[in-house]
């Protein structure tokens, strides 16, 4: 349900799991109409303030720190597989302090990985997760966790060109403005780079641009799949929806030649990790991948050949033709450098589809006009006391309607901090709080998850402390039955990943967090167990327990199971 909506809400818990304790309030949450466009530069004026919050023009300014510095920025650009990724780490690694910034927690865990394996003591920063190394002067994070208050020697910003998403953008913004340190590596696609010249015109720093070419071929078929005896081991067959994952993967194991591992966005990370791992052993029966376009970064997978099962996906708003940008980087994930495969294949399913595919990977993809910005906490809160009388709903919506940008950025998509504002407007919460219930990592669409934060936010408000058991109950978790059962089992993780989220944040206020991190492991475990069940299989196949593995928890959290 969107924020902007002209509707009057109400929260109900007859939406809720019943794996979920819920005493939610039954309120009626306002909906205000937002009444603007967010794509476009806003130019409203603020009337007579002394000072004009609105006025976003110069956000390199906000970071006074990083402009002490006259910084080396290196941009590394170029096709998936061309190795641009890997020389910014090299440097990283040669660094006596440094950062790395990934758009996902995969990617930050696998930087920190290679950086402890190589000596070299870094920590694990994501909005879940903090493993500290002793010792360690580099940082691995998401780029959300970025420090702009910190110094290094060398910083690495990954998939840069993911400033002109229209919901993250900001954050890969405040990261090019903000990181205070003397080497800056910008890892992305070449569509980057003229957008990220302009923006650092104004900063005083160096900029250098490094182009790199794909480490082995990429083979665009000539002819479609044509028949599913035709899927040979090695092959990735893309679609855009769980319901067509799970179809693909029944009718491929059917077949009785090949099982398949899945990848898509809304399973855990954990999981998805360990499908990878499934497919790139060459010991594994599981030989064939089902995916969505989450493969397009964050997963290192031996892939022989791309298969579009279609060239179209919904994006929230409308069905519509996957862009060039897209199109190349999930095909480019076929033949990865250091596999058994000489060169990456890509084809589709449908032979309609082969122009489309031909014409993208044979075009550049086109430069990015804007850059995503979002006012900072600080400006949020002089707004606030200058305006006490409104709330954080207002606030945000001010500064949308009202935002004065330059011309290389727009202000980022927030409807789900909209929504989030919308519920929690009227709980007796501070600003700050409010502001951080809003850029939690909560999927408003998802009604187990948004009740989940609704729950959070009012036992906080009500009693200072909230604990796990009052939503819910460890030792009620159990493999899924149906796609529909899986989906829900999904949904409880959302809600325990931000319980754990939030109590990084509050620490004393959610003091479960372990509990919370190993009913979310119990989560991952079992919907690996629904994956395996799914589908045929041959029988000599080692399936996963349906018994929880008690061992995997602390003692103390034995006795919830």
């Known amino acids: 349900m969107m924020a902007s909506s002209l509707l009057r809400r109400r929260i109900s818990p007859s939406i809720v799991s019943p794996l979920l304790h819920v005493n939610v309030e039954a309120v009626d949450l306002p909906l205000r109409s937002s009444g603007f466009n967010i794509s476009r530069h806003f130019s409203g004026s603020t009337g007579a303030s002394k000072f004009d919050f609105t006025d976003l023009t110069r956000p390199h300014a906000w970071y006074p720190i990083a402009r002490k510095k006259t910084r080396n920025v290196i941009l590394h650009v170029g096709p998936t597989n061309s190795g641009k990724t890997y020389h910014a780490l090299k440097r990283l690694e040669s660094s006596t302090t440094g950062i790395y910034c990934g758009p996902l927690r995969l990617l930050a865990w696998e930087v920190a990985q290679r950086l402890n394996r190589a000596d070299i003591p870094c920590d694990l920063i994501t909005g879940q997760e903090r493993e500290e190394v002793e010792g360690a002067k580099h940082r691995a994070v998401t780029v959300e966790m970025a420090d702009v208050t910190s110094d ?44 990220i010249q302009d923006i650092l015109k104004v900063t005083g720093d160096t900029v250098k641009v490094q182009y790199y070419e794909r480490l082995l071929p990429l083979v665009p078929s000539k002819v479609p799949l044509g028949s599913f005896s035709n899927i040979k081991k090695g092959d990735c067959i893309v679609t855009f929806s769980r319901r067509e994952i799970y179809k693909l993967k029944r009718k491929i194991e059917n077949g009785g030649k090949h099982l398949c591992s899945v990848v898509y966005g809304s399973l855990p990370p954990e999981t998805r990790t360990r499908q990878a791992k499934m497919f790139n052993d060459a010991t594994s029966e599981f030989d064939v991948l089902v995916a969505s376009d989450a493969i397009g970064m964050g997963l290192n997978l031996n892939i022989c050949r791309i298969i579009f099962s279609t060239l179209t996906k919904f994006d929230g708003l409308a069905m519509r033709d996957l862009t060039v940008s897209e199109i190349k980087q999930i095909a480019g994930r076929a033949g990865r450098y250091g596999s058994k495969f000489p ?90 709080e409010k502001y951080m219930f809003c850029i939690s990592p909560v999927d408003m669409t998802d009604d187990i998850s948004s009740q989940g934060l609704v729950q959070f936010a009012q036992n906080y408000a009500k009693n200072g402390i909230v604990r796990l058991r009052e939503i819910f109950t460890p030792g009620s978790l159990r493999v899924p039955k149906t796609t529909a059962a899986l989906q829900e089992l999904e949904s409880i993780h959302k809600v325990l990943e931000l319980y754990v989220w939030l109590s990084f944040r509050l620490e004393d206020s959610f003091p479960d967090r372990e509990l919370a991190a190993s009913q979310k492991a119990i989560c991952s475990m079992l919907i690996e167990e629904f994956l395996v069940q799914i589908g045929w299989q041959k029988p000599r196949v080692r399936r996963l327990s349906t018994r929880i593995n008690r061992s995997l928890l602390s003692p103390s959290f034995r006795q919830h199971l």
């Open 152 to 195: 290094y020697q060398c910083a690495v910003i990954d998939e840069i060109q993911m400033l002109g998403c229209r919901t993250r953008g900001f954050s890969f913004t405040r990261a090019l403005l903000g990181l205070a340190t003397d080497e800056l590596h910008l890892c992305g696609d070449p569509a980057a780079v003229p957008l």
């Open 343 to 432: 060169h990456g294949e890509v084809t589709c399913l449908d032979a309609e589809d082969l122009p489309l595919l031909h014409s993208s990977l044979h075009s550049p993809s086109p430069d990015l006009e804007h850059a995503g910005l979002f006012p900072s906490y600080d400006l949020l809160l002089m707004y606030s006391r200058a305006n006490p009388q409104n709330g954080i709903y207002q606030i945000l919506e001010h500064f949308l309607e009202n935002a004065k940008l330059s011309e290389n950025y727009f202000i980022a998509d927030c409807d789900e901090m909209l929504k989030v504002a919308a519920v929690i407007d009227e709980l007796p919460l501070g600003l700050q």
